[in-house]
């Protein structure tokens, strides 16, 4: 029976065999024998093959291969087909409890990646797109897996596609966006602090002997004993103030005579000021008015504006002390106090000779 080697050479060996003459008897005459080999030599005839199991030992003649040589290579010829089927069947990793793997990488990965050249080129029907070694960004798509041009693709590089950054997914999806922590906030630099707000301020006191941007000015004085206007103190400022005579009408008023305090107010051109009044001292003939009108105006011209304002004092109930009679819009850099003259200087056919005190008046302003 022919071997798996013979059957798969089947025709060379039969063609070898039906080449072959039947070998001879063996005779005593050598002669003979030497004489039919020789004839078969010549005629070019296949010399009988020897079995192996024998003593004689001959080489096969030139140009002829011998039947071990043949057998062996048609085993060659068997295992070059056999090997990559069975390298096929052990890469399919067909085991209870893993899945398939790509043709052309390895179960163990080893550090270049897992792709075994030379094996079988990758697949290329996985989800539609090429399988190259991990990590790899594959056309149109970014290294993060979202293909670009997409929505959702992101708008910064992120981390994939860097060395430690995530592949992208067997399956060709995209890939789970990678989560990115937010720096913290940078510190802002702590610059010196802005200086606060400079206040424009303004604070001025008018009266007799004051300066500085004050005036006061007793309009339509004259001198008639205690019946006129009257002088009090030094002159210095603080301490000298004026005693103005009554209209002898609680509710009319002499234009022609009245006291006025001037207050040049700037730096603060327009603002509001807090006006105090002092009430100096003494009795009815020095300060009795009861009440004393007075009129703040914020121009000097007193006589061609309205008065922003109005307050009155009764000076009877407040002897020796500083009044705050309120707060006044001005504007110009300028504020005027007017004290009215109106009042009764008399009482029943007697006269009392009543005055209205002109002291000192402060103004403190605000822009």
């Known amino acids: 029976m ?13 063609t070898a065999e039906a080449a072959a003459p039947a070998v001879p008897e063996v005779k005593a005459d050598k002669e003979t024998t030497s004489s039919s080999e020789a004839g078969t030599a010549a005629a070019g005839a296949v010399p009988p093959v020897v079995d192996t199991g024998t003593d004689v030992s001959s080489s096969p003649p030139a140009g002829r291969m011998s039947k071990p040589v043949i057998v062996a290579a048609a085993v ?3 295992v070059l087909v056999a090997l990559p089927l069975a390298l ?3 890469l399919t990793g067909d085991q ?14 080893p550090p270049d990646g897992g792709f075994v050249p030379g094996l079988a080129a990758p697949p290329t029907d996985l989800g539609g797109m090429p399988v190259g070694p991990p990590g790899a960004a594959l056309p149109g798509q970014v290294a993060d897996g979202v293909p670009a041009g997409q929505a959702g693709a992101a708008a ?11 592949p992208p997914p067997a399956g060709g999806g995209p890939a789970p966006a990678p989560q990115h922590q937010a720096p913290p906030p940078q510190q802002q630099r702590q610059g010196p602090p802005a200086p606060a707000a400079k206040t424009v301020s303004y604070d001025g006191m008018a009266g007799k002997g004051c300066g500085g941007g004050t005036g006061f000015t007793g309009v339509g004085a004259y001198s008639d004993g205690k019946a006129g ?3 009090h103190g030094g002159g210095g400022c603080g301490s000298a103030f004026v005693s103005i005579p009554m209209s002898g009408d609680a509710n009319k008023d002499d234009p ?5 305090w001037t207050f040049n107010t700037g730096p603060v051109t327009a603002g509001s000021c807090a006006v105090s009044v002092f009430v100096p001292n003494g009795d009815a003939t020095v300060a009795g008015g009861s009440p004393s009108v007075y009129r703040v105006f914020d121009r000097f011209a007193v006589d061609k504006g309205t008065p922003v304002g109005s307050f009155q004092i009764n000076q009877n109930a407040n002897h020796g002390r500083w009044v705050s009679v309120g707060t006044f819009r001005i504007n110009g850099a300028k504020l005027a106090v007017q004290l009215l003259n109106r009042g ?3 009482s029943g056919s007697s006269k009392t000779y009543a005055h209205h005190a002109a002291a000192m008046i402060k103004a403190k302003c605000q822009a």
């Open 76 to 78: 060659a010829g068997v």
């Open 344 to 346: 009764r200087d008399w």
């Open 96 to 109: 209870s409890g893993e899945g398939p793997n790509a043709a052309g990488y390895a179960k163990d990965l």
């Open 256 to 260: 022609s005579a009245y006291g006025l």
């Open 156 to 166: 910064d590089p992120g981390t994939a596609g860097l060395p430690g950054g995530p």
């Open 2 to 14: 022919p071997s798996v080697a013979e059957e798969s050479t089947g025709v060379a060996v039969a």
């Open 229 to 231: 206007w009257v002088n």
């Open 88 to 90: 096929s069947g052990l």
